[in-house]
């Protein structure tokens, strides 16, 4: 089966940095994305990792270990409007995405 | 670029009617659509993927009777919830595959609450 996990719910304060994980257990593996995804809305994609190691971007940074089954995604300099939910989300083959249950992240003053 | 659109984005139906939901590619040609359904604090469940000019491949679990999966063109996929039901009420999303094979793009998405 498919399985890929993320905490539930973080909290942070404005200007911090806060680090979400994800681990997963995939049939396949052809890359890890992250989007966010505010309610109501549908998800933007925020980067994509298919090689292990760092992928920066702006306030936001991505890491990948596949032998670990291992994501995490680090936001930096947190403002109010990152308050959203992240997902995190496997590509398994034929461009299916297999997605967590995403993390609710609350900024707060 | 990269623009997905649905439409409607809020419908309200009756128990037993039929739902149509058009999702659109604006700026590419999709030839591979997907669509997912998201119930109240959970992710993304993959319903469906819909090739243009061929017939949808289901996930398990899926009805492919009662969530009709239409891809007539690169750019226009409909998904018509047939025989509404209550618990068919739900966040429906539509993604593009963009034109770099590994992103895909997704719309608005679509609330549909069936009473």
């Known amino acids: 089966g498919q399985n890929i996990d993320q905490p539930t719910e973080m909290t942070a304060t404005e200007g911090a940095i806060v680090q979400i994980n994800c681990t997963y257990q995939t049939s396949g593996f052809n890359g890890l994305f992250w989007y966010q995804q505010h309610a109501g809305e549908a998800p933007t994609f925020l980067s994509y990792n298919v090689l292990d190691g760092l992928e920066e971007k702006g306030r936001f940074s991505s890491f990948l270990s596949r032998s670990k089954g291992y994501s995490y995604l680090l936001l930096k300099e947190l403002q109010m409007k990152d308050s959203a939910s992240y997902l995190c989300?496997?590509?398994?083959?034929?461009?299916?995405?297999?997605f967590g249950t995403g993390t609710r992240l609350l900024v707060s003053p | 670029g990269a623009v997905v659109s649905q439409h409607p984005s809020r419908v309200i139906c009756k128990s037993g009617t039929s739902v149509k939901i058009e999702c659109r590619s604006l700026?590419?040609?999709?030839?591979?659509m997907f669509w997912y359904r998201q119930f109240p604090k959970q992710s993304l469940m993959l319903m469906a993927t819909?090739?243009?000019?061929?017939?949808?491949?289901?996930e398990q679990g899926v009805e492919k009777d009662k969530f009709l999966i239409n891809h007539a063109s690169l750019t226009l996929s409909t998904l018509t919830v047939t025989s509404a039901h209550p618990e068919d009420s739900s966040f429906y999303i539509c993604s593009g595959r963009g034109p770099r094979a590994y992103e895909q793009y997704f719309g608005p998405g679509t609330r549909l609450t069936v009473t």
């Open positions: 819909s090739n243009e000019g061929s017939k949808a491949t289901y």
């Open positions: 989300a496997v590509s398994t083959g034929f461009q299916k995405l297999v």
């Open positions: 700026d590419f040609q999709a030839t591979t």
